[in-house]
Antibody, heavy 120, light 106 residues
Framework: EVQLVESGGGLVEPGRSLRLSCAAS????????MHWVRHAPGKGLEWVSG????????NYADSVKGRFTISRDNAKKSLYLQMNSLRTDDTALYYC?????????????WGQGSLVTVSS | SYGLTQPLSVSVALGQTARITCGGN??????VHWYQQKPGQAPVLVIY???NRPSGIPERFSGSNSGNTATLTINRAQAGDEADYFC?????????FGTGTKVTVL
């Protein structure tokens, strides 16, 4: 059974940093791209960042480029999102999502999300 | 940047057919994926690459994509189909979601 478990969310002041983690199990982690997708209160889904299976291809939404860094450790079957210079509009539920392919395709499994609240 | 437009809401009578559109410039040239999200739950993939159903998704769900519009069709709508639905594509290695459609089953 595919499982994705996010952790690391919380309440943080604007300008500070936070690191999200996603522990994966139940599939060949090193054969799939992975993504972070967020859902802000009252808004739609927003893709944040993606990383290919071998970390050779990394991409970001314009809204987080230069502030967020995605990474993965295939040996630990884990995905990470380092979030720096956080802003109030980064407040959202952050989902870890498995890609159906090695590169960028559909998101066939999702975690339950980790809540990030940016507020003073 | 590339944009995807969906109707804010769609209402459908129990047992009837709901159609949710996703409009984008020449979207027919892209692979479109559809997700269902119920309140308090993570999204679920219901259609991938325009018309393919993942295992476990009822045959009542189908998709099409041509020109500037992709469509998710829900046949014989059930109360359990009430949810938000989002289309999604890739544009220059950037993920793009549609604005989302709330489906209400009457």
């Amino acid at each position: 059974e595919v499982q994705l478990v996010e952790s690391g969310g919380g309440l943080v002041e604007p300008g500070r940093s936070l690191r999200l983690s996603c522990a994966a199990s139940g599939f060949a982690f090193d054969e799939h791209a992975m993504h972070w997708v967020r859902h802000a209160p009252g808004k739609g889904l927003e893709w944040v960042s993606g990383i290919s299976s071998n970390s050779g291809d990394i991409n970001y939404a314009d809204s987080v480029k230069g502030r967020f860094t995605i990474s993965r450790d295939n040996a630990k079957k884990s995905l990470y999102l380092q979030m720096n210079s956080l802003r109030t509009d980064d407040t959202a539920l952050y989902y870890c999502a498995k890609d159906a392919s090695r590169d960028y395709g559909s998101f066939d499994y999702w975690g339950q999300g980790s809540l990030v609240t940016v507020s003073s | 940047s590339y944009g995807l437009t969906q109707p804010l809401s769609v209402s459908v009578a129990l047992g009837q057919t709901a159609r949710i559109t996703c409009g984008g410039n020449n979207i027919g040239s892209k692979n479109v994926h559809w997700y269902q999200q119920k309140p308090g739950q993570a999204p679920v993939l219901v259609i991938y690459r325009d018309y393919n159903r993942p295992s476990g998704i009822p045959e009542r769900f189908s998709g099409s994509n041509s020109g500037n519009t992709a469509t998710l069709t829900i046949n014989r709508a059930q109360a359990g189909d009430e949810a938000d639905y989002f289309c999604q594509v890739w544009d220059n290695d950037t993920g793009v979601f549609g604005t989302g459609t709330k489906v209400t089953v009457l």
